[in-house]
């Protein structure tokens, strides 16, 4: 299968890995397309692009931009969305609504979603909806079995909108234990951070599915106490509670969970230990992009004849 990858060539954070995930299981085009070049994707295709070349077609683009350009993106065959962050569609945020809007726009696309639940929402309005959750850089973090001196902390982002849930409930947190919360540059400091910490704190509030902190904590041997998404991603996700996670619904939980997993040692190196291989056998974006490929295999949805106009437009390459 011919594919091009069309990803952004500013972001922090690092993907190559699930880039070459994806590559290692097709004939892959890969291209990383600037700010500028994401906001022109018509002057864009015309000059680089011979859409005929691909089966597939797969966007990893700024969702900013994917949205200022749906009459364009229309004419474009063969095309699969892939979304990291279509959970905001379900949470109050400016992009409420929004990718549901988009999608209507293209209901032939597949759109490869990060969120179980967010998938399954997606279909159930009707669009070609699939599942590969995100995951995590399996060259720059591991387990390096070192002593973790942090017992319970957070790395990480709480200054959006769609953190607010987070910042809140790591503020409830830090009142009643020794949380730290702080943030690192991605790879080695990342990677020594994480190997120090024995409870990582996951707290996707609200969010409806597991943000990929989750995945890298558990490659690195952590102990996840996790905010729970609900029976049906966890299970989708090979996650259970006591067993390789720690789920929690409210802080008065998290605490007992605590106080148990402190008077136990050994069951908290065991959760830890189960997590770092689910991780590692499930989770490192070669696995990750290999499932990417599996689910760009079927046949699309047959594509609605373009309009007059949008042949023309299409035609004349404006």
Request: glycine content about 6%; aromatic content about 10%.
């Amino acid at each position: 299968m011919k594919v091009l990858f069309l990803v952004q060539k500013e972001q922090r954070a690092i993907l190559d890995r699930l880039y070459e995930g994806v590559a290692a299981h097709c004939e892959c085009d890969l291209r990383w397309l600037s700010s500028d070049e994401q906001r022109n994707l018509r002057g864009y295709f015309r000059r680089e692009v011979d859409v005929s070349r691909y089966d597939r077609i797969v966007f990893f683009l700024r969702f900013k931009q994917e949205i200022r350009q749906a009459s364009f993106i229309r004419t474009i065959p063969n095309l699969v969305i892939l979304e990291h962050d279509a959970y905001q569609n379900y949470i109050p945020c400016k992009y409420t609504g929004k990718f549901s809007a988009h999608y209507r726009r293209l209901p032939w696309a597949r759109v490869i979603s990060s969120g179980f639940m967010v998938s399954e929402r997606l279909r159930q309005e009707g669009f070609d909806a699939v599942f590969v959750p995100k995951g995590y850089d399996q060259t720059l973090l591991q387990d390096q079995g070192r002593e973790r001196d942090i017992e319970l902390a957070f790395v990480g982002s709480t200054n959006s909108v769609a953190y607010s849930g987070r910042k809140a409930l790591l503020d409830e947190l830090g009142q009643v234990e020794p949380l730290v919360v702080t943030r690192t540059k991605s790879g080695e400091e990342y990677c020594d951070t994480l190997n120090r910490i024995r409870f990582f704190v996951s707290a996707d509030v609200g969010m409806g599915e597991y943000m990929i902190k989750n995945f890298e904590a558990m490659a690195c041997g952590c102990v996840l106490l996790a905010f729970d998404q609900g029976e049906a991603e966890n299970r989708a996700l090979g996650l259970q509670d006591m067993h390789n996670v720690v789920f929690y619904q409210n802080i008065p939980q998290l605490q007992e969970k605590l106080v148990m997993l402190r008077a136990d040692p050994a069951l908290a190196q065991n959760i830890a230990r189960n997590g770092r291989d689910l991780a590692v056998s499930q989770f490192s974006f070669a696995r990750i992009g290999e499932r990417i490929v599996n689910e760009l295999q079927p046949a699309l949805r047959p594509r609605a004849p373009l309009s007059f106009i949008e042949r023309m437009r299409s035609k004349l390459g404006v």
